[in-house]
């Protein structure tokens, strides 16, 4: 994973779910579709949720793993992409038939 410069406060691993393309957050232990379970790491974190982003993908269980960084005053996303992220799909998707 590349390094991000905006990564200064804390970060969150953020990911598409294989089967259901869900955005996830990784919670400490599983991936969850609410950020507020998300683990939040600092400086001296980010490697070991780097770690946990290949092993993950490895095991074919997301993809697109990358940390997220956080305003630390707001807890949102520092970028307006990840904001709208949050917000879900921006059309409506076909349901599973």
């Known amino acids: ?3 991000d410069k905006r990564l200064q406060g804390p970060s969150v691993l ?3 779910e294989i089967m259901t393309g869900a955005i996830v957050y990784w919670t400490g232990d599983d991936w ?4 507020a379970k998300a ?3 600092g400086p001296d974190g980010r ?11 490895d095991g074919n269980r997301v993809v697109g793993a990358y940390l997220m960084a956080l305003d ?3 807890n949102l996303p ?3 992409r990840e904001r709208h992220r949050l917000a879900g ?5 076909p349901s599973a038939a």
């Not at 799909?89 to 998707?93: E, G, H, R, Y």
């Open 39 to 41: 683990e939040r790491a």
């Open 32 to 35: 969850s579709t609410d950020i």
């Open 14 to 16: 953020t990911a598409n």
């Open 78 to 80: 520092v970028l307006l």
């Open 72 to 74: 630390p005053a707001t």
């Open 89 to 93: 799909p921006s059309i409506a998707l």
């Open 47 to 57: 490697a070991a949720l780097e770690e946990i982003a290949r092993s993950e993908e």
């Open 1 to 3: 994973m590349a390094k």
